[in-house]
């Protein structure tokens, strides 16, 4: 992986951090698509190197997701490795973090044995034969149970396409900075900086074609590559070391890794909108639907109807409207449906 070094400074680090809140498309769905895709139960040991640890966001979903697993965050930033620390010190020896450099050769052995690999960009800074060296020294040092999955920019194949890489970059901007506070400032830094690659090419960003990747994972000796979730020129994709597993965990949490899951804030203000308010005034000669509650055990058209997921919940209280019911109170007094 010689001649492939990234350009890559301390002043980087510090913009990225500041930027990354909004400049990241998707950064939760990324990160629980990630998740979604180790192919362990949640209480299975195994071991976890994630290359570029970056701020520590994706170490920190993985250990708590998964209890028993160890982790090894590699990353050549001083300042990164020294908040991935902060972020991960309360996982103890589950945790560790070591430097490294991404285009030489000194660290693979520490991922020898490891169960799954995984990166979030900084693969796109190596060049097209760096990547595929890559790949192929990774797949010799995985565990015969392991996975090696990516979260990364990709080079569009046409002009169209990078077109349109550049506008839904753009668009996703505007959408994560229209829920900071602090949006509007970031969203002026990101177009002042000019970090979207699809409108600015960086000669320290070589991003290679999604296709070409997955042709590199299969020539390496990966099994079941694929693209497995993509937005705005940022792909999660990779390979197994095995064709396919017998099946999902069997231990009920698989569904709990995707979707992503807003904030408790964020979701205690939902729960809180998506109360009944107080029931409407009635006026005389008013017809009222009178909403009964009904179990979930009824036909499986009627679960559909009701939002449920699978036949098999019995937990859900779908409410179903009744016969009316002829209202005769007076304008002024309370109604008597719920």
């Not at 990324?30 to 209480?43: C, K, R, S, V």
């Not at 190197?49 to 701020?55: A, I, K, N, S």
């Not at 890559?134 to 010799?140: G, I």
């Not at 203000?269 to 005389?284: D, L, V």
Request: with cysteine.
């Amino acid at each position: 992986m010689s001649g492939t070094e990234p350009e890559w400074s301390e002043a980087d680090s510090r913009l990225y951090r500041e930027l990354a809140a909004i400049a990241v498309p998707g950064r939760a769905e990324q990160i629980a698509a990630l998740l979604a895709l180790a192919p362990f139960a949640a209480d299975a040991p195994f071991r976890i190197v994630e290359l570029g640890c970056g701020e520590g966001r994706l170490g920190l979903a993985l250990l708590s997701f998964f209890p028993q697993a160890r982790y090894l965050g590699l990353d050549g930033s001083d300042s990164m490795r020294q908040e991935t620390g902060e972020r991960l010190r309360r996982f103890g020896e589950r945790a560790e973090v070591a430097a490294f450099d991404l285009a030489a050769a000194d660290w693979l052995d520490r991922v020898r044995g490891a169960d799954l690999v995984v990166s979030s960009l900084v693969v796109h800074h190596l060049t097209g034969d760096g990547k595929r060296a890559l790949f192929k020294a990774l797949h010799e040092r995985l565990s015969p149970r392991g996975a090696l999955l990516l979260a990364d920019l990709v080079e569009p194949a046409r002009p169209e396409a990078r077109a349109l890489f550049a506008g839904s970059w753009d668009a996703a901007v505007a959408d994560a900075a229209a829920a900071s506070a602090d949006g509007d400032e970031l969203r002026r830094r990101f177009a002042a900086e000019r970090w979207n690659y699809y409108r600015y090419p960086d000669p320290a960003d070589r991003p290679s074609p999604l296709f070409d990747q997955l042709l590199w994972l299969r020539e390496a000796g990966f099994r079941a590559v694929d693209c497995f979730w993509m937005r705005a020129g940022h792909a999660v994709y990779g390979g197994y070391m095995t064709e396919a597993a017998a099946g999902p965990p069997k231990d009920g949490r698989w569904d709990a890794r995707w979707p992503p899951r807003a904030p408790r804030s964020t979701r205690r203000a939902q729960q809180t909108e998506q109360r009944p308010g107080p029931a409407p005034k009635s006026r005389p000669g008013m017809t009222i639907p009178r909403l009964t509650p009904r179990r979930c055990s009824s036909s499986r058209a009627r679960l559909r109807a009701a939002g449920a997921r699978s036949s098999s919940c019995r937990r859900l209280a779908c409410r179903t409207p009744a016969r009316p019911a002829r209202c005769r109170r007076p304008a002024s007094g309370p109604s008597d449906a719920r």
